[in-house]
């Protein structure tokens, strides 16, 4: 064993080389890295820092210049990464960044099951991308969607969708993108299956509606689209007060 290269100066707190020799220098140092079977488990030389790449799979395989303090937290969190840095805070959570391949992760960004799951993009941007079940599965980053009963999706949420008394009170599974249903009583009893992004904002928006979806930056004030009894309503529209009501 090299002492010289599995350790380094106590306030030092990032160690460059192969997955063996990183989980080595995290284990001697009491880092907090590389904890859990296959962690770390990748060829050539990569940086890890404290607290970072712990969970079962945790970046196996991994192909990466350095991932910051705090990322690659969970079970198979940025597994197979191709990307140049995951920043301070990122990709933690069960299978974040899964097949990622770009150019840099943002930080705080790629916080849950499947967040960035086998995206393909240059770039995720601090604190807005990928923080919930499955978003940027695919090929294309996307806007945060939340499905589930009111109570669920308000959860999922956290302040970014359904705030506000008695907003997204529904029973059935629905969908709901970030930054709607805000208000009192918004999406109270919604029937819609799906609402778009910036949608169904204002005191009782989207109340007791009858519809099937509803689009993007729609029924955007108060009692828009309150009761309504069409099967959908598209982008950009009944946005004036209690407009489309009834």
């Not at 303090?69 to 840095?85: M, N, R, Y």
């Not at 995720?124 to 499905?147: M, R, S």
Request: charged share 20%; net charge negative; proline share 0%.
């Amino acid at each position: 064993k090299d002492a010289g290269n599995l350790r380094r100066r106590a306030d030092e707190t990032c160690f460059t080389g192969t997955g063996s020799a990183v989980t080595q220098w995290c284990a001697d140092n009491d880092m907090n890295c590389c904890n859990g079977v296959d962690a770390c488990n990748f060829s050539g030389s990569r940086t890890v820092c404290k607290n970072a790449c712990n969970g079962q799979g945790a970046c196996f395989r991994g192909q990466f210049n350095k991932v910051f303090e705090g990322s690659c937290q969970g079970l198979g969190a940025c597994q197979e990464i191709q990307a140049t840095e995951i920043r301070t805070g990122s990709c933690n959570g069960q299978s974040a960044a899964f097949k990622f391949k770009g150019n840099v992760i943002g930080e705080s960004s790629c916080n849950n099951f499947q967040a960035c799951h086998d995206a393909n993009a240059e770039n995720i941007d601090v604190l807005t991308g990928c923080n919930d079940f499955a978003e940027c599965d695919g090929q294309e980053i996307l806007p945060a969607t939340f499905t589930g009963t009111g109570a669920e999706v308000t959860e999922a949420c956290n302040g970014r969708c359904c705030v506000g008394k008695d907003a997204c009170t529904w029973t059935w599974r629905k969908t709901v993108s970030e930054n709607s249903c805000m208000g009192t009583f918004a999406c109270k009893n919604n029937g819609a299956t799906t609402i778009g992004i910036n949608s169904c904002n204002g005191s009782g928006a989207c109340r007791d509606n009858r519809l099937e979806s509803i689009g993007d930056n729609s029924c955007g004030n108060y009692a828009a689209c309150y009761g309504l009894k069409a099967k959908k309503v598209g982008d950009d529209s009944c946005n004036g007060l209690q407009s489309c009501s009834f």
